[in-house]
C-alpha cells in the first residue's frame, strides 16, 4: 500500500502570511494526488486535483505542485475562512490513501 | 444539482451489522467508480471502499477487508456499504463520495455510524 506522509500535522499561522502544506509518497504516484480543506461539521471541500489543477471556484491564493513522491500546497495569503484541516489523497493506486491532515489555525 | 444522500447510519452492537445507503443524482452515475469515506470522531478521514462505474471491480481498506461488502445499483443510482462483524473502530461519519479520473468532486453530508454496547 502507498503510504502518505503529510506535514506539519498542526500549523498556527497569521492572516497574510503563506503557508506551505507538504505530501510524501512512499513510491511515486505521478500527480495523482487531490487536496481537501474541511471545516468542523462538514464534508470535505476539494481544492486541487491532478496535484496543480485549481478546483474551479477556489480562490487563486491556493496552489499545488508536485509530482512523484513530493507535493505541496500552498495559500499565498492567508485569508480568515482558509483555517481548518487540509488532506491531500493519493489515487495512483488502491487502496486510497489519505495524508494524516493538517490543522492550521489563527496564531 | 449534483447530490449524493447518504442514509442507514445507526447505534449498533459489536459484531453486528449495518448496511448504508448513498443515492446519487444530479450527474452521469453510471459513467462514476464511487467511494466510500469514513472519519472517527475527532480523527482524520479514511478512505474505506471503491466500486468501478460497472461494478465488476471492488477494493478495499486493510481495516475493512473480508468484513465490508461495497456494491452498486445502476438502476437505482445507488451505492450500498455492507458492514459485517462491526467494531467499536468502526464508530465514524461514512461518507459517499464521487471517484473516478478525479476522485472527491462530490460529497454527500455523511452518515453516523455508533458501534457500543
Known amino acids: 500500500d502507498i503510504q502518505m506522509t503529510q506535514s506539519p500535522s498542526s500549523l498556527s499561522a497569521s492572516i497574510g502570511d503563506r503557508v506551505t502544506i507538504t505530501c510524501r509518497a512512499s513510491?511515486?504516484?505521478?500527480?495523482?494526488l487531490a487536496w481537501f480543506q474541511q471545516k468542523p461539521g462538514n464534508a470535505p471541500k476539494r481544492l486541487i486535483y491532478?496535484?496543480?489543477t485549481l478546483q474551479s471556484g477556489v480562490p487563486s491564493r491556493f496552489s499545488g505542485s508536485g509530482s512523484g513522491t513530493e507535493f505541496t500546497l500552498t495559500i499565498s495569503s492567508l485569508q480568515p475562512e482558509d483555517f481548518a484541516t487540509y488532506y491531500c489523497?493519493?489515487?495512483?493506486?488502491?487502496?486510497?490513501?489519505f495524508g494524516q491532515g493538517t490543522k492550521l489555525d489563527m496564531k | 444539482e449534483v447530490q449524493l444522500l447518504e442514509s442507514g447510519g445507526d447505534l449498533i452492537q459489536p459484531g453486528g451489522s449495518l448496511r448504508v445507503s448513498c443515492a446519487a443524482s444530479?450527474?452521469?452515475?453510471?459513467?462514476?467508480?464511487m467511494s466510500w469515506v469514513r472519519q472517527a470522531p475527532g480523527r482524520g478521514l479514511e478512505w474505506v471502499s471503491l466500486?468501478?462505474?460497472?461494478?465488476?471491480?471492488?477494493y478495499y481498506a486493510d481495516s475493512v477487508k473480508g468484513r465490508f461488502i461495497m456494491s452498486r445499483d445502476n438502476s437505482k443510482n445507488m451505492v450500498f456499504l455492507q458492514m459485517n462483524s462491526l467494531r467499536a473502530e468502526d464508530t465514524a461519519v461514512y461518507y459517499c463520495?464521487?471517484?473516478?479520473?478525479?476522485?472527491?468532486?462530490?460529497w454527500g453530508q455523511g452518515t453516523l455510524v455508533t458501534v457500543s454496547s
Open positions: 444530479g450527474f452521469s452515475f453510471l459513467v462514476y467508480a
Open positions: 466500486i468501478s462505474n460497472s461494478g465488476d471491480r471492488v
Open positions: 463520495v464521487s471517484d473516478g479520473l478525479h476522485p472527491g468532486t462530490n
Open positions: 489523497l493519493q489515487h495512483h493506486r488502491s487502496p486510497r490513501t
Open positions: 491532478a496535484a496543480s
Open positions: 513510491q511515486g504516484i505521478r500527480n495523482d
